[in-house]
């Protein structure tokens, strides 16, 4: 359990002795889990690198293909394409849709930072070309790497949206996807949301925010709780991305939490 997340984690088949006492002190280090390396050390299926590269290389080898793609995250991705592309000499394009290194949403302890500086530098080394979703990103990919990076915004499939949901009879205020807790906050939300309530302007009869997402939602209960909205405001938990979109489709209007920071420059979520 991490972060009020629950995680499952995923050794290679036969583990080792070693491995698993690796693993046992790696999970010790619970006060620096959200650094990368870290998180790619616990939280990523290590195991599966081998057998990626191994089947990978079958592929190339039974057929003709012009590139390979990688993208981040998880970092594991762009790890295996480096392989593939040293075996194989096929170009390697590899696309950050989020920050490795450089995500400002995770801590920077030294030497720790530093380290996954120099990791994610020789992994990418051998990359022909960097693709990212906002121009600010792309500078500091440039800047890190000295590669050529292209910017593809995020973008969406229109034939996702096509149902015709009506609307909730409520007014309804829905968010979906996870929360980086301490830097997306809706206190000032839910502040709002119980002085109109205690101003007899709303009532959970005809008013709610919806939360859809993972575990992390976890962190917005002392803040439901402080402002006496366990009416109001409801954790749903995760959903299929088809009933998600029809969440967000039957709503009046669609929450966007972002960090009030400077390194937010450049993060695009998906969501917008």
Known sequence: LTGGQRTIYQAAPKSSTWRKALYKVIRLMEPIYTLPVIRTL????????RHAVKKGLEITSKEKFDIIFSSYGPSMSHLVASKLHKQTSIPWVAEFRDLWSLNHYLRKIQPFHFFEKELEKRVMKGSDLLVTVSEPAAKQLQMLHSKKVVTICNGFDEDDYLDNVPLTTKFTITYTGNIYPGKQDPSLLFKAIAELEEEGKISPNDFEVRFFGGGTLASLLPAI????????????????????????????????????????????????
């Open 42 to 49: 616990t939280l990523e299926p290590i195991g599966w690198y």
């Open 225 to 272: 709780r402080h402002y006496h909205l366990e009416g109001n405001v409801k954790i749903c938990g995760l959903v299929p991305f088809k009933e998600s979109i029809r969440k967000q489709k039957e709503s009046m209007m669609l929450l966007f939490l972002g960090w009030n920071d400077p390194k937010e420059k450049g993060v695009y979520t998906a969501k917008v």
